[in-house]
């Protein structure tokens, strides 16, 4: 392992949920690649999402929580151009082995991510009221 990739494991911290010997590759490499990532670059992706609103949907301020709910799902499963670079945020900090082990399952691991950062995103949703944006 270089140093590049020992960084990025240490600097990413344990695993997030249950290693399993009976686990899909697909649930271990979520568990110990993807999940940790996304909680590393939360601030990341709700600043980029921040970003989002105010550049293409300045009417979600006045949506219900309902709507804004679905706003997120919909800017992150429809608009390729964004989903590709929360993407590349997630994809930046593999390892070389782990990037080898993404590009085999790459449709299903890229299904997961973008479930799970909705969700995350979601579960935030208080963050993106119009007073808390600069």
């Known amino acids: 392992m270089n140093q590049r990739d020992v960084f990025l494991c240490q600097f990413r911290g344990e695993s997030i949920g249950s290693i399993n010997p009976n686990s899909s590759s697909d649930e271990n490499f979520q568990n110990q690649v993807i999940r940790p990532i996304l909680k590393l670059q939360n601030d990341l992706f709700v600043a980029s999402f921040m970003n989002y609103i105010k550049k293409y949907k300045k009417d979600f301020y006045s949506h219900t929580v309902e709507k804004k709910l679905m706003t997120i799902e919909n800017a992150i499963q429809k608009d390729i151009k964004y989903r590709n670079a929360l993407k590349g945020m997630v994809i930046a900090l593999f390892t070389a082995d782990e990037y080898t ?21 979601k579960d935030q949703v208080q963050l993106f009221e119009n007073d808390t944006v600069s």
């Open 101 to 121: 082990l993404y590009i085999q399952s790459s449709s299903n691991l890229n299904k997961r991510m973008m479930n799970m950062l909705i969700e995350r995103l």
